[in-house]
């Protein structure tokens, strides 16, 4: 949940400036915005159907590489990209969505019950800290280095959970889901 919302933020926050950047319109910039949103919400009770399904460790993993290839499809997209950049925020938008419902599946289902609200309220600190860190970074990184140079370092950044998931102790398939 936290590396999906730094990366979403990272990358998300800063596309309308690169659409304007490249000489695109405003209406570009709401096309390739509200691709975004759909991704971010308009699933959620798929991602959620999907989690159930599978188990919320193969959703998050899937949504580390949706995440991954969206920060990759952005930085390549061309200066006439308008289809690219909104085919990358809504997967970037998904990503983000698989990550946030199965990390909240897994903050719920993994800790007590007298532990979730404290741990929920900590999780909820780190997820905000992780936007503000990178919407104290991406403005910098933009003027410095480019949209490129902002969105596939923070592809590399999301496929950390995945070390964090092989690291984890395997459980029966009884009790994944």
Do not use: C, K, Y
């Not at 919320?56 to 499809?73: H, K, M």
Request: aromatic share 8%.
């Amino acid at each position: 949940m936290i590396i999906g919302q730094l990366v979403m933020v990272l990358i998300m926050a800063m596309t309308p400036l690169h659409i304007r950047q490249m000489g695109l319109s405003l209406g570009a910039v709401g096309f390739v915005i509200s691709a975004h949103t759909l991704g971010m919400f308009a699933l959620s009770p798929v991602t959620g159907w999907l989690t159930d399904r599978f188990g919320p460790v193969q959703i998050i993993v899937a949504g580390v590489g949706l995440l991954a290839g969206s920060a990759v499809l952005a930085a390549t997209a061309p200066t006439d990209g308008r289809t690219q950049l909104a085919i990358a925020l809504f997967l970037l938008g998904l990503g983000w969505n698989f990550g946030f419902v199965a990390g909240s599946f897994l903050l719920t289902r993994e800790v007590p019950v007298e532990a979730r609200t404290a741990l929920q309220g900590r999780a909820d600190s780190l997820v905000w800290m992780a936007a503000a860190f990178a919407s104290l970074a991406r403005g910098f990184v933009l003027e410095a280095a480019g949209f490129a140079t902002l969105a596939l370092p923070g592809g590399l950044v999301a496929l950390l959970p995945l070390v964090l998931i092989a690291r984890r102790p395997l459980r029966p398939a009884a009790e994944v889901v």
